[in-house]
């Protein structure tokens, strides 16, 4: 059961245009999301969050939206650059009544960024 | 500050052997966190600890397990190694295991089982 869902495999945007990618979620109960860059053979980097009693959080280029009621978020970037050619993975967590930092993410999109 | 760091970053094993993967968390992070990621199954979450407990557990079998020290430093041991368990091993910190608190991640160890 895949209770994240990045429904676009891949997105290939001009340099200097607007990134979207967007993220669904089934699970109401998550209440913390997170965005996270990851290139081959290396960790995941971390880019930006947002909790559930938000519903947009914006650091420099990166800005990311939440719709509670679609369970949908989106990550803007703008303008894009191509050192932003990567995968993108967004994940979300649920606090069972303790703290927990288990987080359930998406497959992923790979965003291209053209020159 | 020192990141996540995570050894060996790259090892081979044979199937049927076992294998201690090591994660040293951002100093003073006190959670921290396993994942697998395979080109099949994405990046799934293996288990978590916090003061040396282990505070939430995914889905795998009980050949993976793990634990975590006073220091905060984590290990994870896979026994009896299968193929299917070619993997990047991940390793995530944070300062208290609450949502809202950010969770890095080390490079990652690549093992490939033969």
């Known amino acids: 059961d895949q209770q994240v869902k990045q429904n676009s495999p891949s997105l290939s945007v001009q340099e200097g245009r607007i990134s979207i990618l967007n993220c669904d979620y089934t699970?109401?109960?998550?209440?913390?999301f997170l965005w996270y860059k990851k290139y081959p053979a290396e960790g995941p980097t971390f880019l930006i969050s947002i909790s559930s009693i938000k519903d947009k959080n914006e650091d420099g280029r990166f800005t990311v939206f939440l719709n509670k009621s679609a369970k949908h978020l989106s990550l803007h970037i703008v303008p894009s650059q191509p050192g932003d050619s990567a995968v993108y993975f967004c994940a979300a967590s649920r606090n069972y009544g303790g703290a927990t930092n288990k987080l359930i993410f998406g497959t992923g999109t790979l965003l291209a960024v053209q020159p | 500050k020192a990141g996540v760091t995570q050894t060996p970053r790259y090892l081979i094993k044979t199937r049927g052997q076992q294998v201690t993967l090591s994660c040293s968390p951002i100093?003073?992070?006190?959670?921290v966190s396993w994942y697998q990621q395979t080109p099949g199954q994405g990046l799934q979450f293996l288990f978590e600890?916090?003061?040396?407990?282990?505070?939430n557990k995914g889905n795998f079998p009980g050949r993976f397990s793990g634990r975590q020290f006073s220091n905060s430093r984590s290990e994870m041991n896979v026994s009896t190694l299968e193929l299917g368990d070619s993997a990047l091993y991940l390793c995530a910190s944070s300062l208290a295991g609450s949502p809202g608190n950010t969770i890095y991640f080390g490079e990652g160890s690549w093992l490939t089982v033969v």
């Open positions: 100093s003073g992070h006190r959670s």
């Open positions: 600890y916090f003061s040396e407990t282990q505070r």
């Open positions: 699970n109401s109960m998550f209440d913390y």
